[in-house]
């Protein structure tokens, strides 16, 4: 049966879209920030991030009624925790969030309530989830206790979208679901086939959770093959680039290519979390994670011995964010690069982001200024290349003439 309302909680780079795909099939839906700004430019038929044709779907629905936003949430169908799980400084798995999201949608579930926890999460969040809610609603029964005479049901559905292209594989991709009990998975996958057009695939919270970590972790290790390459290649004077395009003619070779590390709230946290849970066991994952930490130092040192060929350098930083064409700068490898040379004191450091009109207020900006590209590269004797947004990647060469370039992703 189709549901009446969905709450979705956590309206960020997942959660906003989800909303938008669900409200867009008709589906009341509510969502849930803690943000006040965001909420009321979600209200207002606005979006407070990029990516591309969110703003479209997000104005219609909010101009036909079924999408609005809320600072608290209220009694729905369906809930959807899509809230960010970052790690401590330990790489120890922070759930906080997911903790505060039980703690408040307890209060309003109702028997034969579904609740889906889409963040990515370490194995065993979901269930970790149940409990939260059970200590705030006792008088609730919960699968992970009495399994089908449970009187809600909740399972994890983890995304696996791609930034830029958010809207598409929402409905496009296959979901893996996974419930607590059977039942649980069932009921979430039909609420999926409302707006999933590929496979819903179901199986245990616990395989789902993990089929998430080791997609992330898969890519990681292959960045760090490509990463590792790079640092050899710097060594022995090999263009890497050239190396990787004539290493992938062999017909079962596909080497990614390398850049400043790796970045995102998906393959630069992820992996840690099959580290956190089994540590002794997983080295080459952990080894993965160290390399791709590890080349923002790598990037930074270069850009160093750049900058000492001028008595006053001017370093012209070419991205913030953790990928080509979006605005997200989380665990971005461009951001801290630009961080450590400011604090380095390598010279005037300028940095261009074209996706973005200021830097949010959790950036610590100091030491450097946010400028637009045709300044910088005016006013810079050393440019780095960080992201491969197609503002850079469209530059002619020739505005490069008497600058010394640092080149992470083989744009110049």
């Known amino acids: 049966m189709q549901p009446q309302q969905v709450s979705v909680i956590g309206l960020g780079y997942i959660g906003l879209p989800t909303a938008a795909v669900i409200a867009s099939r008709g589906i009341k839906v509510c969502g849930v920030d803690v943000s006040s700004r965001t909420v009321d430019t979600i209200n207002q038929g606005d979006i407070h991030i990029v990516e591309p044709d969110l703003d479209i779907v997000v104005r219609g629905a909010v101009m036909t009624e079924t999408l609005r936003a809320s600072l608290t949430p209220e009694p729905s169908d369906v809930f959807i925790v899509a809230v960010p799980t970052p790690f401590t400084g330990d790489h120890e798995p922070d759930l906080s969030y997911i903790q505060s999201a039980a703690r408040a949608i307890a209060p309003v579930l109702a028997e034969g309530n579904l609740v889906i926890l889409e963040s990515t999460s370490p194995v065993g969040a979901t269930e970790k989830l149940c409990q939260w809610i059970a200590e705030a609603r006792p008088d609730l029964r919960l699968p992970h206790e009495h399994r089908e005479n449970a009187q809600l049901s909740v399972a994890h559905c983890p995304e696996r979208v791609l930034p830029g292209q958010i809207l598409q594989e929402l409905v496009a991709n296959d979901r893996v679901i996974g419930g607590i009990t059977p039942r649980c998975a069932e009921r979430a ?197 960080l992201v491969d947004h197609d503002e850079f990647r469209s530059l002619e060469r020739s505005r490069m003439n008497a600058k010394v370039v640092v080149d992470t992703r083989g744009v110049i």
Request: charged share 25%; with cysteine; hydrophobic share 45%.
């Open 189 to 385: 996958r039909d609420l999926y086939r409302i707006f999933v057009k590929g496979e819903c695939i179901l199986t245990t919270a616990r395989t789902a959770e993990m089929a998430k970590l080791t997609e992330n972790a898969f890519r990681d290790v292959n960045i760090a093959f490509a990463n590792e390459l790079s640092l050899i290649c710097d060594d022995s004077n090999i263009d890497v680039w050239e190396l990787i395009k004539l290493a992938n003619l062999h017909p079962r070779v596909n080497i990614l290519n390398p850049g400043p590390g790796v970045g995102g709230h998906c393959i630069a946290v992820d992996p840690w979390f099959i580290v956190s849970s089994n540590p002794e066991k997983a080295r080459l994952i952990r080894t993965a994670r160290t390399v791709n930490d590890s080349k923002p130092v790598f990037v930074v040192e270069k850009v160093l011995e750049a900058a000492n060929q001028f008595k006053q350098p001017v370093i012209a930083c070419l991205g913030l964010a953790f990928k080509a064409n979006i605005d997200d700068l989380r665990e971005s490898p461009a951001l801290e690069i630009c961080q450590e040379l400011s604090r380095r004191g390598a010279g005037e450091v300028l940095a261009v982001e074209p996706n973005i009109a200021a830097l949010p207020e959790s950036v610590n900006a100091t030491g450097f200024e946010l400028t637009g590209l045709d300044d910088a590269l005016e006013r810079a004797n050393v440019v780095v290349v």
